[in-house]
Every structure is written in structure tokens, then in C-alpha cells.
């Protein structure tokens, strides 16, 4: 099946000219695929022999179709009321400390039955989907047994099997440390490191990530937990640097991390092993803005070293309790002092690359057919309203997606 969409204005993000712009472009896809991109003017008969469908975009926007990189879609319960601690004066930390935070969260995703688990993410899947998400990253991290782990990473799957999306999962069983280890951090350590092969096994695991951290792990128990992903051959990325500069992402750079996430804390080290790893820098500013950090990411050395650049959600009922990625384009934007056009790489190109898919993020030949039809002028609108979602269509693996 060979479809034309003609009449688009193209934001293809590939290519030298700022966006990738074209302005009366037209986009050929085949099965999932897009087999050729260019200005109208070049179409020629030999390429649009063989359409079978065609449909004009009447001067419509086009982007890659969005990309969630890093997410913890799958937990149970929500956890308002600690926002209203927060408000009253306790820290994040605080209330970590108290077995609030992730353990409370840990505590109802436990409770929760597979179907509830499926019932709650699915619903909060919608709303990023209707935003034009094409690819989301799911992590797991609030089970915390076997057991428990194994079902989100499921219903992680089973997500992506049920919806015109492409779910990559995460293990994070090192998200925290679950009340029955209290005060064996170490043999928690051990038992995470057994759990990965027969997750891996039954294919749950696209990748491990840690949350180093001195309210999580240590650089030692990090390092022991990615040796164990390595010898499975499995990606590693790093939650790194959120709250406090322990290094990790030098660590992470090492094992060659697709990510290190947050980095509000990075230091100059840490930009040059990201430089030198090709690592990319995912940027979160959902738990930046809900935290109310005051301490901004490094974003000019990471502009300066030609670190890319990712944007998420980081969607957790703790710290970014968001379900827009049209939002955080904004936030990249006013908090963080990205350029519209750098946000919109950050969940295109530089959020595939997060993720280690090269066949997607871009319109070029090759790609995926995975892009977004939007009802504005410019692309710098997706970055610039928020609160307002401009969305007409999108297309998934070359076939409209019914919204
Ligand atoms: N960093 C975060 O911001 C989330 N996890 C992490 O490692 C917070 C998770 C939570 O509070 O539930
Ligand atoms: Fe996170």
C-alpha cells in the first residue's frame, strides 16, 4: 500500500536548513515506511505511479510523530496528598525519608491486580496520545519483587500490542529500595541483578536504568547493576544527577548509556563523557517545575559540547505528575531556555536516538511513517501554546490513526 500526502508544510528535522523546512512538501509512504520526501514541485510521474491513496493536507503542518523517552506509566494509586505536604513545607526528600515518595506508590501498585494496573495506565496512555505520541519509553520501578516488576513491564507490553504506538520498556528495578530490604540496600542490589535475566528472557527488557542518587543508589551498587545489563547485552541509561552531583553520568558514559536523564546537577566532567559517549542529555522538566528546582541543567555546555538533547515527561505520580509532552515543549522552552526548534528535536530525533532507535524522529526516506498533521502555521507554535492541543492526525506506520 503506496500512499502521496501532498500540500504539507514539512518540519522533516533532517537535512542543513533550520527544521528541516519545506514549504509545499509532499511525503510518499509504503507499508510503514516513508519512501520519499521532498518539495511538491519534484514529484514526478515515475514516483507517483504506483500511488494507491492520496490525500491533500491543505497547506497543513507536519512533524516526526512525537516521542515520550522516559516515563513510569505503570504504577497504582496517586499521591495528591503529598503535593500538599510539599505545600505546607515538606521536601521531597522529607518525605522519602518518611516512607512516603515512591514507597507509597511501590505500596498500591502491590495491591493493584494486573487489570487495574492495565486499566490506569491505559487511560493516562490516551491523553499523551492524543497529543501525537507515536513512541513512548515505559519504566518499570514500582513493584520492586519479581512478581510484581514482571507484571508492569507486561502491561508495559501489552500497551504497545493493544495501541497504534511503539512501547519500549525500561527495568528500574533500582528505583528504590522496597520496605522488606530496609537496611540491606546491597543484598536488594543482588536480588535486582538476578531478576534481570529472566526478565530479559522473556523479552520484557529493552533496557535498565538506576536511580543514583544519595536518596537511591551509590556509583558501586550503579556500576554492579549495568555490568549485569552488559553481560545480558542490554542498553543502559542512568537517572542521573537529579538532586545531587554523585557522578553518575560519568559511570553510565562508561557503559556507553543511550541516556542520562534529569541532570539539573551535571557538572562540566560529567557534559565531556557524555560528548565523548554520544550519550544523550534527556531533560525533564515536568519534575523540575513540580519540585521547584532552582538549580537549571547545563543546557548552554551541553549545547556547547554537541551533547543532544532529549525532552520528556518523565509522567510519575511523585515529581512530574504530567500527561502533555506539548506542555514540556513549553517548559523546555521558558524554564530550561531551549529553542522551540531544539524542544521539538527533543521529542523527535534526539528522543529516538534516547532510546537507540535510528528509524525514527525524522521525515526522510527510511523512516518510519510515524508523523504528526498539525493545524498551524509554524512548528514554533507547538512549542509556544500550551494548555492547547492543535493535533488533526496522526499517522502510524503509514496508516491514519482514528484519535
Ligand atoms: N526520579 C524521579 O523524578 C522519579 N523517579 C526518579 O528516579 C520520582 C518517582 C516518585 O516520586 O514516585
Ligand atoms: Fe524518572
Not at 86 to 99: C, D
Not at 244 to 251: K, W
Request: aromatic share 6%; charged share 20%.
Amino acid at each position: 500500500m503506496s500512499t502521496l500526502w501532498r500540500h504539507a508544510r514539512l518540519a522533516t528535522l533532517s537535512g542543513i536548513q533550520p527544521w528541516g523546512w519545506i514549504e509545499d512538501g509532499a511525503i510518499i509512504t509504503a507499508g510503514e515506511h516513508i519512501v520519499w520526501v521532498g518539495r511538491q514541485q519534484d514529484l514526478t510521474p515515475a514516483l507517483t505511479g504506483d500511488i494507491d491513496a492520496e490525500h491533500d493536507l491543505g497547506g497543513a503542518c507536519v512533524t516526526p510523530g512525537l516521542i515520550d523517552c522516559h516515563t513510569h506509566l505503570v504504577y497504582g494509586g496517586q499521591r495528591a496528598h503529598e503535593f500538599e505536604l510539599r505545600l505546607q513545607g515538606a521536601s521531597y526528600e522529607q518525605i522519602a525519608r518518611e516512607g512516603g515518595g515512591i514507597r507509597s506508590t511501590v505500596a498500591a501498585t502491590r495491591e493493584a491486580s494486573a487489570d487495574q494496573l492495565y486499566r490506569s495506565a491505559n487511560r493516562r496512555l490516551h491523553a499523551l496520545l492524543d497529543e501525537g505520541v507515536t513512541t513512548i519509553e515505559i519504566k518499570s520501578g514500582y513493584g520492586l519483587t519479581l512478581e510484581t516488576e514482571t507484571c508492569c513491564l507486561q502491561v508495559a507490553r501489552q500497551l504497545g500490542v493493544n495501541h497504534a504506538l511503539t512501547v519500549r520498556t525500561t527495568f528500574l528495578g533500582a528505583h528504590a529500595v522496597p520496605p522488606e530490604f530496609d537496611g540491606r540496600t546491597q543484598d536488594y542490589v543482588d536480588a535486582v541483578c538476578s531478576w534481570m535475566p529472566e526478565l530479559h528472557a522473556q523479552g520484557l527488557v529493552d533496557a535498565v536504568d538506576v536511580f543514583c542518587e544519595n536518596i537511591g543508589f551509590s556509583l558501586l551498587q550503579t556500576r554492579q547493576m549495568f555490568e549485569t545489563a552488559r553481560r545480558l547485552g542490554l542498553h543502559v541509561k542512568l537517572h542521573a544527577e537529579q538532586l545531587s552531583d554523585q557522578s553518575g553520568t560519568q559511570l553510565a558514559c562508561e557503559f556507553g548509556a543511550l541516556s542520562c536523564d534529569h541532570l539539573e546537577h551535571l557538572s562540566m566532567a560529567g557534559v565531556q563523557a557524555m560528548a565523548q559517549s554520544g550519550t544523550v542529555a534527556v531533560l525533564l522538566p515536568g519534575a523540575y517545575y513540580f519540585l521547584r528546582e532552582s538549580k537549571l541543567p547545563p543546557v548552554a555546555a551541553l549545547r556547547a559540547a554537541g551533547v543532544p538533547i532529549a525532552i520528556a515527561t518523565d509522567h510519575n505520580p511523585g515529581t512530574s505528575p504530567t500527561l502533555s509532552l506539548l506542555l514540556m515543549l513549553n517548559m523546555a522552552c521558558t524554564l530550561f531556555r531551549l529553542t522551540p526548534e531544539e524542544a521539538l528535536r527533543g521529542v523527535t530525533v534526539h528522543a529516538a536516538r534516547a532510546l537507540g532507535l535510528s528509524d525514527r524522529g525524522q521525515l526522510a526516506s527510511a523512516q518510519r511513517a510515524d508523523f504528526c498533521i498539525w493545524d498551524i502555521e509554524h512548528p514554533n507554535e507547538l512549542a509556544y501554546f500550551f494548555g492547547r492541543n492543535p493535533l488533526r492526525q496522526v499517522v502510524q506506520g503509514g496508516v491514519e490513526v482514528v484519535l
